[in-house]
């Protein structure tokens, strides 16, 4: 299986930049895309997708949220943060069966 | 508008068979590239992902549970159904269905299932 690894926290002040990682334990691109995708979730609500192959937007999702990286590092980034960002951030690829998660990242705001 | 909607038990008894539902609806599961999967959360855990079948009728599952999982679907009736059997404590959690995407990301979510196992 790949492993997807994320540091467990992030602080971030209000207005401010959070990048989180993922870093994966085994190439995740094939043919031109990169099979990695995150998602957020709130306390007591489901995942929701907020990037998907890497870099694109998901439907709805605020341009605050972008996406990037290649092969086996990958960041999210939300710029500038708001109250609301505060969630646990999860990454998942899909190069491999299984699809795996990464464990999270649960980001506070300062 | 896609929607899915999980339904089961609720609680149940060491060793029994854990029967999940999904409801959806805004998608056909016999169109092309389509799957739906189901992914469980332990409280305060991350997400496991346990079986997903696509429109095509091949199933996929989590090789550390595979001999325990059975994922169908009845396609006239826009439901997914899963069975986890000879449960366990550790079979606590919320169960989520996903309207899988051709690039295998989750795009949609149901709001989850509470099940507990218990004696």
């Known amino acids: 299986d790949i492993v997807l690894t994320q540091s467990p926290a992030l602080a971030v002040s209000l207005g401010q930049r959070a990048t989180i990682s993922c870093k994966t334990n085994q190439n995740v691109d094939y043919y031109g895309n990169s099979y990695m995708h995150w998602y957020q979730q709130k306390p007591g609500q489901q995942p929701k997708l907020l990037i998907y192959l890497a870099s694109n937007l998901a439907s709805g999702i605020p341009a605050r949220f972008s996406g990037r990286g290649s092969g086996t590092d990958f960041t999210l980034t939300i710029d500038p943060v708001e109250a609301d960002d505060t969630a646990t951030y999860y990454c998942?690829?899909?190069?491999?069966?299984?699809?795996?998660f990464g464990s999270g990242t649960k980001l506070e705001i300062k | 508008q896609v929607t899915l909607k999980e339904s089961g038990p609720g609680i149940l008894q060491p060793s029994q068979t854990l029967s999940l539902t999904c409801s959806f609806s805004g998608f056909l599961l016999s169109a092309s590239s389509v799957g739906v999967g189901w992914i469980r959360q332990p409280s305060g855990k991350g997400l496991e992902w346990l079986a997903t079948i696509g429109w095509e009728d091949v199933k996929h599952y989590n090789p550390s549970l595979k001999s325990r999982l059975t994922i169908s679907k009845d396609t006239s009736n826009n439901q997914v159904f899963l069975k986890i059997t000879s449960v366990d404590t550790a079979d606590t959690g919320t169960y989520y269905c996903?309207?899988?995407?051709?690039?295998?990301?989750?795009?949609?979510w149901g709001q989850g299932v509470m099940v507990t196992v218990s004696s």
């Open positions: 996903a309207h899988r995407g051709v690039g295998g990301y989750f795009d949609y």
């Open positions: 998942q690829q899909s190069r491999n069966l299984p699809p795996t």
